[in-house]
């Protein structure tokens, strides 16, 4: 036997390694006996915490290299438990080296859960943010591959339904296609394109609101704004007004603004996001549904009152004073954030959507002008599809109604 490592046989460390095992099979959602597993914040602190002592463990053991040996043997002890027929399977990567990025192991786990819900997910985040921001990048990434898997099989179904449909339809008949087989063919080539620039604004809505910049600047901003509007104002007037020279700064200054709009609504936000799922609606239908909103508010301007949050009224009243004349800005926002945060009833949103209707009615170069909607649709998989997708998604879909 060549384990030397002092500070803990193999035989014990074998041991936690195993009850490691157990509790990672949990992670699946389910108990042995196949009912649900509970994963609460606790929990997921429970299981990082467990993740945290093998990081520690083994960075001690492969820090010298008088315990080479230790490390070998410890990887054929953890070969030979899995060599069991009745090791599961979805572990089959455990060695040393996954050991010793123990959290980052119990996160892949923890998010690819089948049955991940919103309320799983903030009891990961919760447990997360309080274990240190450098897991936070991690579940960022895992979150973003979990999204693309989940949107993939989600186009390859929705591919699927078509095809079902129109075959079932007798749309693919020889003399359907003769007829109008290139129309039925640009339809679904449509909706596919709709459906990737609808994941790519979920996606990029993730990757923002999750980043560790981002929750630092959510942090900052419920600070800031918890003091009377008199006193921030004035911190915030005191930065640099906006020039060419110092246009990042009136960019940063509109950011902390749109999010202490959001900041006392967070985790309704990003479970909002994770949680809305595409639906083949066209960017048309979806401007007409904003244009309905639009016009319904302008017809009871007072709707909002006594409903809204005061704190965040003066803050849009703020950001509407200083981006007088230059509301085009918006554009340099991530339009998540942009769509998130500013209510439908707030003259701000009237600003926002007139940049947008803007865009509309141009064509991909200064010299071609699109007369009509349909005609901008030309453009779907770019920043204007995704930026009626974000207001479309918060205003329509029910975020801000659930507020």
Known sequence: MSWNYPEISLEDLMKL????????????????????????????????QWGLFFENVLKSITSSDKYAKSVIELDEAIS???????????????????????REFVLGHLVDNVTLRDKHLKAILVAAVEL????????????????????????LETGLDILSKNIENGCWSKEALAEDGDQTLLSWGQQLVELSTWNNWKSKSVSYFLSKRTMKLVSGASLIFSAPKVQWAEVLKGLHDFSESNGDIF??????????????RWTHLVEHIMSV????VTMAEQYEELCKLLLQRSKSLNQHVGTSNSKVEEILEFLTEILHGCVHNLWRIPCALAGAA??????????????????????PSASRICSTVQDAEETNSGELAERIWGMYAFHVRGFHQMN
């Open 17 to 48: 390694v195993k009850g490691f095992v157990d509790m990672l099979i949990l992670t699946s959602g389910h108990q042995s006996s196949g009912f649900p597993a509970q994963w609460d914040a606790e929990n997921c602190r429970k299981a990082l």
């Open 80 to 102: 030979e438990m899995k060599s069991n027929p009745l090791f599961p399977k979805g572990l089959g990567s455990l060695s040393s080296s996954t050991l010793i990025k123990g």
């Open 132 to 155: 240190g921001d450098d897991v936070i990048d991690i579940i960022t990434s895992k979150l973003q591959k979990r999204q693309s898997v989940v949107s993939c099989a989600s186009a």
């Open 251 to 264: 960019l940063q200054k509109i950011e902390l603004l749109l999010l202490g709009c959001v900041a006392s």
């Open 277 to 280: 799922s595409y639906n083949s």
């Open 342 to 363: 500013i209510p439908s009833w707030s003259p701000l949103f009237s600003l926002y959507f007139g940049e947008v209707e803007k865009q509309l009615k141009q064509g």
